[in-house]
């Protein structure tokens, strides 16, 4: 079945570092792409979203770019900040319909000022 | 900004009780969603609902679970009978326009069943 699997966390960087927390997936065909974001006590939000190949995703200086040929959602940012800690999800839909997100684990992301 | 509230925000009960998670999705919405994380597992997809019927279920979702929307604002999960291994965080979520438009998620009911 589809799987999403992302780098182990936490992450600890220092403000203005590059951040790139790593996500694969398996699926067949080509899936939809997402990253969500949970900020301490509120609900997972989109981050930001692929829908085919070599489609880059980005807001809030977040990127991440489809990688067909490596299964590979990775998301970056070049200059992280402390109210960008949170909880970073990779997921996918499936390419042949429906209606579910498929999750990786979460990567627990602390940005120290 | 309209959100998905949902309640209670924790929930303890006991083993074979049955209990309802309560969500009120935002207004527009036609999509519906239920998901859970058991501590320390990944968020897991339970159930979507549309037009008023289950769109999709997943392996988790068996008999002792339900969903329902009673009325034009809430969407409800039940769980029958519930067990140790139901304990975890329940997230509702709403869409426009099906899984590739933004999920909008609740905050979260964490129930503990003892």
């Known amino acids: 079945g589809d799987s999403v699997t992302q780098m182990e966390g936490p992450v600890t960087l220092s403000e203005e570092a590059f951040l790139t927390i790593n996500c694969t997936y398996t699926a067949t065909g080509y899936p939809s792409l997402f990253w969500y974001v949970q900020y301490p006590g509120e609900g997972l939000q989109l981050l930001l979203k692929?829908?085919?190949?070599?489609d880059k995703g980005s807001n809030k200086g977040f990127e991440a770019t489809y990688r067909k040929e490596t299964t590979s959602f990775h998301l970056e940012k070049g200059s992280v900040q402390v109210s960008d800690s949170a909880v970073y999800f990779c997921?996918?839909?499936?390419?042949?319909?429906?209606?579910?997100?498929?999750f990786g684990e979460g990567t627990q992301l602390t940005v120290n000022p | 900004e309209p959100e998905v509230t949902q309640t209670p925000s924790h929930q303890v009960t006991q083993m074979g009780q049955e209990v309802i998670l309560r969500c009120v999705p935002i207004?527009?919405?036609?999509?519906f969603y239920w998901y859970r994380q058991i501590l320390g597992q990944k968020v897991e997809f339970l159930v979507s609902f549309y037009n008023n019927e289950i769109s999709e279920k997943s392996e988790i979702f068996d008999d002792q679970f339900s969903v329902e929307r009673p009325d034009g604002s809430n969407f409800t999960l039940k769980i029958r009978s519930t067990k140790l291994e139901d304990s975890a965080m329940y997230f509702c979520?709403?869409?426009?326009?099906?899984?590739?438009?933004?999920?909008?998620f609740g905050n979260g009911t964490r129930l503990t069943v003892t």
């Open positions: 207004s527009n919405h036609l999509y």
């Open positions: 692929a829908t085919k190949a070599d």
């Open positions: 997921a996918l839909s499936a390419p042949r319909g429906g209606s579910r997100l498929t």
């Open positions: 979520a709403s869409s426009e326009q099906g899984v590739n438009s933004p999920l909008h």
